[in-house]
RNA sequence: GCGCCUCUAGCUCAAUUUGGCAGAGCAACGGACUCUUAAUCCGCAGGUUCUGGGUUCGAGUCCCAGGGGGCGCACCA
């Protein structure tokens, strides 16, 4: 098979789903009279001497190849391909007599080799440490798996563009942050070596954002990949993406709406609808969505009434009562947060906007306008999980200040992922925030929802995994861990 | 990080339940075949049973340690 030389291009191909769905009335036994160009991976090859018949796969769907010793060139070669070979092809579209529409091949080149295949030709490949750390493998031998990375780019594109229909500009920010802001989450720590200065991968994109808003940015978001340093789990991945955006003028009533107008508008995109299955129970996203405060789903689903006028021993009470383990240092807003989290956002089917959280948990959103004690400050919860959060943004400097005073007396305390005072965004805040709402979503949980997976490393091409253990004799120099001396 | 489970041919899986010659289908290789659809048929090969140690006359199987993976828990979105 080495004579065929691999061509440098291989002209103006037709892609498969195009082809079939152009001929889609050609019957059984009847020839097309019109030729056409493929291109795609050999699947499968059914050989039956002077005749052969392979399945051609490419990024649109397949169709069938059908050789004839007579018709096509190197018919002897072409039987003798391997199982995931690139060629392509040129012949008359055809349909076979048993109602195969197919290409007849008069002339084909070989456009790459595949040594090794792609797993059992009826099953693929199950083996998750080749499903995940060859994903280009799992791409071609398992059902399903490039229709959701397709469904994932769809959601993507569909939020830039419901977002640039209300006038929202697009903007990176850094990614390395020499103070790590705008979340709560243990950072991942590199160096800077021409600073001399530890940096952080940043764990939120909020801070520079807002920047953005006071300088004038009426209507800024960012799709940004982001970085807590945490473990891996079936809804967590080191790296994940988020999408913020900020709205000036607006609250975070307003932000709850274009939320859900953008989860509605992206489960249209690639379901066709706002009603979807999930865990094959019936979501129904279509806005506008119920809203409640975080008091009243709390009695909804425990029957128990837990809020912040309770006062502390109170609250710590009805944790006890309901079976939630406290941490020593909780405050009543993260006594009250808690019992949220534990006992009833895991039975929220939803979707709902969840309402009113307290100040203590939430240190960077503007302090409720009526209810003392309480932020403005929305999550919008379906399937049992949060979506993203909504804000009216905290915009004065002087209670930021204090909130960061609060944030540090709580690492003091040892938590870690309390926030650290960021000086250089106070100064911001001091040039003047016009009133802001923001919010907060997480792409790759809200792919996962429109998908119906219930893993995160299925909607990521390529997951967070432990590097692969080092093989090379000749001591590679790339190992990802340092050697122990 | 802690607990439970798992690792057998290139792939998908077997191997009589405290142990007795490591097997099948697909893929690969050789052959037959002019309408196949996971083509079929004949033939031929294919193994450090994750690694290292131990128990035993004998270990894929039992024990210990290590590694990879999975699932829970914890932290977080």
């Known amino acids: 098979?080495?004579?065929?030389?691999?061509?440098?291009?291989?002209?103006?191909?037709?892609?498969?789903?195009?082809?079939?769905?152009?001929?889609?009335?050609?019957?059984?036994?009847?020839?097309?009279?019109?030729?056409?160009?493929?291109?795609?991976?050999?699947?499968?090859?059914?050989?039956?001497?002077?005749?052969?018949?392979?399945?051609?796969?490419?990024?649109?769907?397949?169709?069938?190849?059908?050789?004839?010793?007579?018709?096509?060139?190197?018919?002897?070669?072409?039987?003798?391909?391997?199982?995931?070979?690139?060629i392509g092809a040129e012949g008359e579209v055809v349909r076979t007599k048993r109602g195969e529409l197919s290409v007849k091949v008069a002339r084909w080149s070989l456009l790459a080799r595949a040594l090794g295949g792609f797993g059992d030709k009826w099953r693929g490949i199950h083996d998750p440490e080749v499903r995940l750390r060859q994903r280009e493998v799992d791409l071609w031998a398992n059902e399903g798996v490039r229709e959701r990375f397709l469904l994932?780019?769809?959601?993507?594109?569909?939020?830039?563009?419901?977002?640039?229909?209300?006038?929202?500009?697009?903007?990176?920010?850094?990614?390395?942050?020499?103070?790590?802001?705008?979340?709560?989450?243990?950072?991942f720590v590199t160096h800077y070596n021409s600073m001399h200065a530890d940096f952080y991968l940043r764990i939120a994109l909020e801070l520079y954002l807002k920047r953005c808003v006071i300088g004038g940015f009426e209507r800024v978001y960012e799709i940004g990949r982001v970085f807590r340093n945490e473990g891996i789990g079936p809804k967590y991945n080191p790296e994940f993406t988020m999408l913020e955006a900020y709205q000036a003028y607006g609250d975070y009533l307003d932000m709850a709406e274009l939320q859900e107008h953008l989860v509605a508008g992206a489960a249209k995109a690639v379901t066709g609808g706002t009603r979807l299955s999930f865990e094959e129970r019936e979501l129904d996203l279509t806005p506008p969505w119920r809203k409640a405060t975080m008091t009243e789903v709390i009695a909804e689903v425990t029957g128990a009434e837990v809020s912040l006028e309770m006062g502390l021993a109170e609250l710590r009470r009805a944790a006890a009562r309901l079976g939630v383990e406290l941490k020593e240092r909780?405050?009543?807003?993260?006594?009250?947060?808690?019992?949220?989290?534990?006992?009833?956002?895991?039975?929220?089917?939803?979707?709902?906007?969840?309402?009113?959280?307290?100040?203590?948990?939430?240190?960077?959103?503007?302090?409720?306008?009526?209810?003392?004690?309480?932020?403005?400050?929305?999550?919008?919860?379906?399937?049992?999980?949060?979506?993203?959060?909504?804000?009216?943004?905290?915009?004065?400097?002087?209670?930021?200040?204090?909130?960061?005073?609060?944030?540090?007396?709580?690492?003091?305390?040892?938590?870690?992922?309390?926030?650290?005072?960021?000086?250089?965004?106070?100064?911001?805040?001091?040039?003047?925030?016009?009133?802001?709402?923001?919010?907060?979503?997480?792409?790759?949980?809200?792919?996962?929802?429109?998908?119906?997976?219930?893993?995160i490393r299925e909607v990521l091409l390529f997951p967070a995994l432990r590097p692969e253990p080092v093989q090379s004799e000749d001591g590679g120099r790339f190992e990802g861990e340092t050697k122990p001396s």
Not at 337 to 348: A, C, G, R, V
Not at 387 to 401: A, F
């Open 152 to 187: 994932r780019s769809r959601v993507v594109a569909c939020l830039r563009s419901l977002l640039a229909e209300r006038g929202f500009v697009e903007v990176e920010t850094p990614v390395l942050h020499a103070i790590p802001g705008g979340g709560l989450a243990r950072p």
């Open 330 to 455: 909780f405050d009543a807003g993260q006594v009250m947060s808690e019992i949220y989290e534990k006992t009833t956002e895991p039975n929220l089917w939803g979707p709902v906007h969840v309402m009113d959280y307290p100040e203590s948990v939430s240190p960077l959103t503007r302090k409720h306008r009526s209810k003392p004690g309480y932020v403005e400050r929305i999550t919008p919860v379906a399937a049992g999980r949060e979506l993203g959060e909504c804000y009216s943004e905290l915009v004065d400097p002087v209670d930021q200040r204090a909130r960061f005073a609060a944030q540090a007396a709580e690492r003091e305390a040892g938590d870690e992922e309390a926030m650290v005072t960021d000086d250089d965004f106070l100064r911001a805040l001091e040039r003047g925030m016009p009133p802001t709402g923001g919010i907060g979503l997480g792409v790759d949980r809200l792919v996962m929802l429109l998908a119906d997976v219930h893993h």
């Open 1 to 86: 098979m080495s004579e065929k030389q691999v061509p440098y291009r291989y002209e103006a191909t037709t892609p498969l789903s195009e082809v079939v769905a152009r001929f889609s009335r050609l019957e059984a036994g009847e020839e097309s009279g019109e030729d056409v160009r493929v291109a795609g991976r050999i699947m499968l090859l059914r050989v039956q001497g002077k005749l052969a018949f392979a399945t051609l796969r490419d990024w649109s769907g397949k169709l069938q190849l059908f050789c004839l010793a007579a018709v096509t060139e190197d018919f002897e070669e072409l039987t003798r391909a391997n199982l995931g070979d690139w």
